[in-house]
């Protein structure tokens, strides 16, 4: 097989986990990675084999990022928000001529950078969008609750703030607190008898998960909705939750209504938020960690059972019977970065090794066989405990 050079935007911590895991890969012949700053990007190389090099590129400058592209094979995009950043850079990929995979976690350039599958697939390119944790692992399992039925009519994609992630995350400031503010204001994209409507964030929604109980979840704007509208057609109804204790709802809505006041700029809520959430930054007090423990033991007492940390549901029908089929992963990569970044290196591997056949721009769903997808991811997610492929994902009806 011939090797591959890649091209890996973004040196954050996202960044820097899709980088190491390609590097990895014997189909790669060569890495570069690539960052405004070039000293994080030459610290994330330096993790990486012998394979990598570091470059500075700012990819607002349309004529240096496509000239860079033209140097790669493959492009792994983690260079966000990507309200602002995703469609322009797919837009360099397709005039560069490479094959691009990103973890694109905002639903309005999905539906964006979906819509331009015809003038990729024109250009013989082939652009998997929407490629980490949630999106990604969410849509993995979305199709593989799906299978379990004849027909669907509804898809649910679920990410949990309640559970640990494994890797000792604290909240911090970053570009991903900045798309968690603008994914909690204004209006979300999510599809309704079949066509894609804007919808409020942070409705109330009972979910019954099949087997563990009904709780009160809350939508938030994501992709999964916008890619499941376009990777299955006949879909009615789909959207994205987020799990949270219910004390926690008011000031996510407090700061969402000042977003669309104007009062609070997205970066300047998102920073609130951080500051407002004050325990995480003296997480390993002692006194904060029993006051934490008190506090998630209240919480799961007045709100319901425990979902997983990311899960689909899919409703429809099997034998002409109506079945709810939930499908959660039971181990992760450890933190959130790997969790993110390392689903779109596996997406990456399966491209290079001749997995993805479909051209234009397309969702996880489309472009892989989840038997594929958590073959390879299997070997990576560690937290809380190991599973074998044959056992990570479990369904439930």
């Excluded at 349309?62 to 950043?85: Q, T, W």
């Amino acid at each position: 097989m011939e090797k591959k050079r890649i091209l890996s935007l973004g040196a954050g911590g996202m960044g820097a986990a899709a980088a190491r895991t390609a590097a990895s890969f014997s189909e790669v012949e060569s890495l570069i990675v690539a960052d405004l700053n070039l000293d994080a990007s030459t610290k994330v190389a330096s993790l990486c084999s012998d394979k990598a090099k570091a470059v500075s590129v700012n990819v607002t400058d349309r004529k240096a990022l496509v000239s860079l592209m033209k140097e790669a094979d493959v492009v792994m995009n983690c260079v966000g928000p990507f309200f602002r950043f995703g469609v322009p850079v797919l837009e360099a990929a397709i005039e560069a001529g490479v094959d691009y995979l990103d973890i694109c976690d905002d639903p309005e350039p999905m539906r964006d950078m979906l819509e331009m599958s015809g003038k990729a697939k024109t250009e013989g390119i082939t652009a998997v969008v929407g490629l980490g944790a949630s999106p990604g692992i969410t849509n993995m399992l979305a199709a593989r609750a799906r299978a379990e039925l004849d027909e669907t009519d509804e898809m649910i994609a679920a990410w949990n703030i309640e559970e640990d992630a494994g890797g000792g995350d604290a909240l911090t400031y970053s570009a991903a607190i900045v798309h968690w503010m603008q994914q909690c204001s204004g209006t979300i994209l999510e599809c309704v008898n079949g066509a894609l409507v804007n919808n409020r964030p942070l409705i109330d929604i009972s979910l019954d998960y099949p087997g563990r109980g009904r709780r009160t979840v809350y939508s938030v704007g994501h992709p999964e909705p916008v890619s499941f509208h376009y990777s299955y057609p006949g879909l009615k109804r789909s959207y994205c939750v987020m799990i949270m204790p219910g004390m926690w709802i008011d000031e996510f809505r407090n700061l969402a209504r000042q977003i669309d006041s104007g009062k609070l700029s997205l970066e300047e809520a998102g920073r609130k938020l951080v500051e407002d959430s004050g325990a995480a930054a003296k997480e390993d007090d002692p006194v904060i960690q029993f006051i934490n423990k008190v506090i998630e033991n209240v919480s799961h007492m007045i709100d319901g059972p425990r979902f997983p940390l990311f899960f689909a549901v899919a409703k429809g029908r099997k034998n002409g019977k109506e079945e709810t089929v939930a499908a959660r992963v039971k181990s992760i990569p450890p933190g959130m970065p790997n969790v993110t970044g390392i689903p779109l290196a596996i997406g990456t591997l399966l491209h290079l090794r001749g997995k993805v056949k479909e051209k234009g721009v397309i969702a996880p769903e489309t472009a892989f066989t989840t038997e594929d997808f958590f073959e390879l991811l299997a070997p990576y997610c560690t937290f809380p405990a190991i599973h074998d492929a044959a056992d990570l994902v479990e369904v439930s009806r």
